[in-house]
């Protein structure tokens, strides 16, 4: 009866430490507009939304930290429209900027974060 129990905390211990939410990494987004490399309008809608499913875990209505399943709230002190470098949310996806990495430990690919900062110095547009 000892041993069983013992099994089942080193069980309960590994699943717990790897119930993280944002373990799955996304595949990474391209866009390509036909136009040879040129910079297309970044949708808010389409392109930026699905970046944040791996995030709502602490990101969403059910923490207030930052809930980023609101436009208003990431125009609210952590984007500045048409300023990337300086957008607080931006820095976080770097690391940089005396900014934590968003998410911890797992750094976007790079096609997501410039689709973020294209996004933004194209004026954070809700489109």
């Given at each position: 009866m000892k041993h069983l129990f013992k099994y089942f905390l080193i069980i309960s211990l590994g699943?717990?430490?790897?119930?993280?939410y944002y373990d799955a990494i996304q595949d990474e987004v391209i866009?390509?507009?036909?136009n040879g490399g040129g910079t297309t309008e970044v949708?808010?809608?389409t392109d930026i939304v699905p970046l944040w499913s791996q995030c709502t875990g602490c990101h969403?209505?059910?923490k207030p930290t930052l809930n980023i399943n609101s436009y208003t709230n990431l125009l609210n002190g952590y984007v500045i429209a048409g300023d990337a470098n300086n957008s607080v949310l931006y820095k976080s996806l770097?690391?940089?900027?005396?900014i934590s990495l968003m998410p911890?430990?797992?750094k976007w690919p790079q096609?997501?974060?410039?689709l973020v900062k294209t996004w933004i110095n194209q004026g954070a547009k809700n489109n």
């Open positions: 699943l717990f430490m790897n119930s993280c866009i390509d507009n036909g949708s808010y809608a969403g209505s059910i770097l690391g940089t900027g005396g911890p430990g797992s096609s997501k974060i410039d």
